[in-house]
Each structure stands twice: as C-alpha cells, then as structure tokens.
C-alpha cells in the first residue's frame, strides 16, 4: 500500500490538531503552515474529515478547525477512509477455476488486505503521537511536531 500525498497531509493535519490543549480549534492557515501543506488543499481535506465525523469546525475570531473525537478514538483507517484512500484488493478479480495456484494466491492477497485494514484501524492518533513523540526524544530533537 502507498500512502498518497492527500493521505499523508490529512495525517498529518490530525496529528497537528491532537496537539492542542483541550483540543481548542485552529486556524487552516496555521495548520498549513506548521505542516508545510498548501492552505487551500488542506481546507478541501478537512472539509472532507468534518463530513466524515472527524473534524467539527467553530465559526468566528477563535474559530478554526478541531477534533471530533479524542485521539485515541479516531483510527488511521478512519481518517484514510475519510479522504477517498482505499486498501481494496483489485475489484472483481477471481482465480482460474481449474488453476490451484491461483487460488492459494488469490487467498493470500485476501488475508493479506484483511490483515491491513484490521491493522490500519487499530492504530489510533495517540499511537501516532506517542510514536512521534518517542522517535523525536530518541534523536535528542526539540519537540516539535512537523512530520
């Protein structure tokens, strides 16, 4: 599986908003502009999230963008599936009747893709902040959360 730019940025633009204290919402532009992603595709994505339940948004002077959920309720496959990502095996394939080989390997692929998306939505935002948190005091980083 490749993770896509528009995967990678709605990561990482849920990292950015698990960060602030009580979850307070924050501007697109700030996001942005901690995260090194263009504003304007950043607003498309997190309109996406807010559909999906992920994100709400808060109109006003200290409005801006925030979590739905806590973080260790909101799943990495939850935020791919949010922004059109999919893990899905190839649509309508099915093995040779007559041919074994195909079978065993179209079976593998199966357990394998369940095995991902199982995997994808086990791990949660808080995994991913503890994970980066743990990465950067290993290297003897300041941290910051650029990603």
Same mark, same amino acid.
């Given at each position: +599986?490749?993770?896509?730019?528009? &995967?990678? /940025? ?13 979850? $307070?919402?924050?501007?697109?532009? =700030?996001? =942005?502009?901690?995260? !090194?992603?263009? =504003? ?8 996406? +999230? ?5 994100? $709400?948004?808060? @109109?006003?002077? *200290? &409005? ?8 260790? =309720?909101?799943?990495? &496959? !939850?935020?791919?599936?949010? #922004? &059109?990502?999919?893990? !899905? ?21 199966? @357990?394998?893709? *369940? ?5 994808? /939505? ?7 902040? /503890? ?10 980083? !300041?941290?910051?959360?650029? #990603?």
């Amino acid at each position: +599986m490749k993770l896509t730019t528009r &995967g990678h /940025y709605s990561v990482k633009a849920l990292l950015d908003l698990s960060l602030q204290p009580n979850y $307070t919402p924050v501007a697109v532009k =700030a996001i =942005a502009a901690r995260q !090194e992603i263009p =504003a304007p595709y950043l607003e498309k994505l997190l309109i996406e +999230m807010r559909r999906a339940g992920l994100v $709400t948004s808060v @109109r006003g002077v *200290q &409005g801006g963008y925030k979590l739905a959920r806590s973080p260790a =309720a909101i799943s990495l &496959g !939850e935020i791919l599936a949010a #922004v &059109g990502e999919t893990i !899905e095996p190839l649509p309508h394939h099915q093995p040779e009747p007559g041919q074994a080989e195909d079978w065993v390997t179209f079976t593998l692929w199966q @357990r394998l893709h *369940q095995k991902m998306r199982e995997a994808l /939505y086990s791990i949660t935002l808080a995994d991913l902040y /503890y994970d980066a948190r743990s990465w950067q005091a290993a290297q003897g980083e !300041e941290t910051n959360f650029v #990603v």
